[in-house]
């Protein structure tokens, strides 16, 4: 599910709220994780890393995804190197950072 959220565009930020916080909505939240409790598990356990991991590549893939539908059939190459500008930067930043990197 979150998954489909996010493929449809939706940013998303998990949050731990403390039971009856006074948080609205958190009683309809709680009906649903109880629902999910009783519903059927997986026959073995899937980890936080798995999950972390499957979430990671399912967003790699929609920007990707994103990219290719955008660019068309327009060649292009990558000019800077995986992970070498920061996710965490402001445009301006990570704009100058590119350029700065790639020599454009």
Same mark, same amino acid.
Do not use: G, K, Q, S
């Given at each position: 599910m979150l998954a489909e959220l996010i493929i449809s565009g939706w940013a998303l930020l998990l949050k731990w709220v403390p039971s009856h916080g006074g948080v609205p909505g958190n009683e309809r939240v709680?009906? %649903?994780?109880k629902r999910g409790a009783e519903s059927n598990q /997986?026959? $073995? /356990?899937?980890?936080f890393k798995t999950i972390c991991n499957h979430i990671t590549a399912t967003i790699d893939n929609f920007h990707s995804k994103s990219f290719k539908d955008f660019s068309g059939n327009k060649r292009w190459k990558c000019l800077a190197a995986e992970d070498c500008i920061p %996710?965490?930067?402001e445009c301006v930043e990570a704009?100058?950072? $590119?350029?700065?990197?790639t020599g454009l």
């Open positions: 709680d009906v %649903m994780a /997986p026959e $073995f /356990p899937i980890t %996710m965490y930067l704009i100058a950072n $590119f350029r700065l990197t």
